[in-house]
């Protein structure tokens, strides 16, 4: 009898533990065929959808009471037309994190995860979210996307969401080489958003990359109207770990700035890059999207400076409440030293001009 009731003693402890705490397998294919201009030839072929990244992942959450959970979430990045594991083939390249929840003090992550500058900037002042194809993305490469090692704080005070960000450099000797330290301030409103974030990065030589963003949202019933704005500036020389490797700042997708077209850099670097863009609900089916992306560059070689801009258009049909297909259209253009530039976001082979377009199927499981 003892054993009956401590039989059913825990099991009534197992239902209870499950009750309490789930695990969510989940996923997202957006798959797309796309055409693009390029100096060294035009492609049409499969490609990633212009707005998403390709993923499927496990995330959990545990009830430990008074308010307090613990988190946790890995995600893998794939290129679904060959198979390839994408983000430098890393085993959960896009996340791996764990982390505690509470109500009152806020969630505190630990792992590999999105910089607080991609954070602040593409999940709340970007039309499609940071964009998934270097005619939607290329401003990632001014500040980096994800990063290892890194200690995430974040808590809401009424209005206002802090987020405060620390990715250890773990390099033997130097506790800043290979850091960044990130924090950011939004404000929300009835309708809309505002804020303000701010970044800096140092590589194995002491060289720094700061970056400063101010963005802002809002919206009238259908019309969503987005801006942000990014201040990166790079030391001459600065310098980023190549990637699969534990140099400094490997594998965050952040350009160096080591030389020009004319030989090694000798000056600091700065780009200045606006983005605006418009969302439109025409209807339950049909949503429409328009952006427009402008970076100038001083310093991209000896006394010269360049301009890159990209305009795109994405026209969304959704069939239902997880799959839609939609299509994109963009054109990008490079001018003065950034059409030869090895440190700018965008590279056409020499040309000034891009053109691509593309037809996507999306789906979320």
């Given at each position: 009898?003892?054993?009956?009731?401590?039989?059913?003693?825990?099991?009534?402890?197992?239902?209870?533990?499950?009750?309490?705490?789930?695990?969510?397998?989940?996923?997202?294919?957006?798959?797309?065929?796309?055409?693009?201009?390029?100096?060294?030839?035009?492609?049409?072929?499969?490609?990633?959808?212009?707005?998403?990244?390709?993923?499927?992942?496990?995330k959990g959450v545990e009830e430990l009471g008074g308010g307090t959970r613990a988190i946790f979430?890995?995600?893998?990045?794939?290129?679904?037309?060959?198979?390839?594991?994408?983000?430098?083939?890393?085993?959960?390249?896009?996340?791996?994190?764990?982390?505690?929840?509470?109500?009152?003090?806020?969630?505190?992550?630990?792992?590999?995860?999105?910089?607080?500058?991609?954070?602040?900037?593409?999940?709340?002042?970007?039309?499609?979210?940071?964009?998934?194809?270097?005619?939607?993305?290329?401003?990632?490469?001014?500040?980096?996307?994800?990063?290892?090692?890194?200690?995430?704080?974040?808590?809401?005070?009424?209005?206002?969401?802090?987020?405060?960000?620390?990715?250890?450099?773990?390099?033997?000797?130097?506790?800043?080489?290979?850091?960044?330290?990130?924090?950011?301030?939004?404000?929300?409103?009835?309708?809309?958003?505002?804020?303000?974030?701010?970044?800096?990065?140092?590589?194995?030589?002491?060289?720094?990359?700061?970056?400063?963003?101010?963005?802002?949202t809002y919206a009238w019933g259908p019309l969503g109207l987005y801006l942000y704005g990014i201040?990166?500036?790079?030391?001459?020389?600065?310098?980023?770990?190549?990637?699969?490797?534990?140099?400094?700042?490997?594998?965050?997708?952040?350009?160096?700035?080591?030389?020009?077209?004319?030989?090694?850099?000798?000056?600091?670097?700065?780009?200045?890059?606006?983005?605006?863009?418009?969302?439109?609900?025409?209807?339950?089916?049909?949503?429409?999207?328009a952006s427009y992306a402008y970076d100038h560059a001083n310093n991209v070689a000896p006394g010269?400076?360049?301009?890159?801009?990209?305009?795109?258009?994405?026209?969304?049909?959704?069939?239902?409440?997880?799959?839609?297909?939609?299509?994109?259209?963009?054109?990008?253009?490079?001018?003065?030293?950034?059409?030869?530039?090895?440190?700018?976001?965008?590279?056409?082979?020499?040309?000034?001009?891009?053109?691509?377009?593309?037809?996507?199927?999306?789906?979320?499981?």
């Open positions: 009898m003892k054993r009956i009731i401590s039989g059913a003693g825990l099991a009534l402890i197992c239902c209870a533990a499950h009750a309490q705490s789930s695990v969510t397998l989940y996923g997202l294919i957006d798959e797309a065929v796309r055409f693009q201009t390029s100096g060294a030839g035009n492609t049409f072929g499969m490609n990633e959808g212009a707005v998403n990244g390709n993923r499927f992942g496990l979430q890995l995600e893998s990045g794939f290129n679904i037309a060959t198979g390839k594991s994408d983000q430098q083939s890393q085993l959960f390249g896009r996340f791996a994190w764990v982390g505690l929840q509470n109500d009152t003090f806020g969630t505190l992550k630990a792992g590999r995860q999105y910089g607080g500058i991609y954070n602040f900037y593409a999940f709340n002042f970007d039309p499609i979210g940071g964009g998934n194809i270097n005619a939607t993305d290329w401003s990632l490469f001014l500040v980096g996307i994800r990063f290892d090692n890194t200690l995430q704080y974040e808590n809401r005070f009424g209005p206002v969401a802090l987020q405060v960000q620390r990715s250890f450099g773990g390099q033997p000797g130097s506790n800043a080489a290979g850091s960044t330290t990130t924090a950011s301030l939004i404000y929300n409103f009835n309708g809309g958003k505002v804020g303000v974030a701010g970044a800096e990065s140092k590589d194995g030589g002491g060289h720094k990359l700061v970056v400063g963003s101010l963005g802002g201040d990166a500036r790079r030391d001459a020389g600065f310098s980023v770990g190549a990637t699969n490797t534990s140099a400094p700042l490997a594998n965050t997708n952040i350009i160096s700035n080591v030389t020009t077209v004319s030989g090694a850099q000798t000056s600091a670097r700065n780009d200045v890059f606006v983005r605006v863009g418009a969302t439109y609900q025409l209807a339950p089916q049909w949503r429409f999207i010269r400076s360049g301009t890159t801009q990209t305009v795109y258009g994405i026209a969304d049909y959704i069939l239902s409440k997880r799959t839609d297909v939609y299509v994109e259209v963009d054109h990008s253009h490079l001018s003065g030293a950034s059409v030869d530039d090895p440190n700018g976001p965008l590279t056409f082979a020499g040309k000034a001009n891009n053109f691509g377009a593309s037809v996507s199927l999306r789906t979320l499981f």
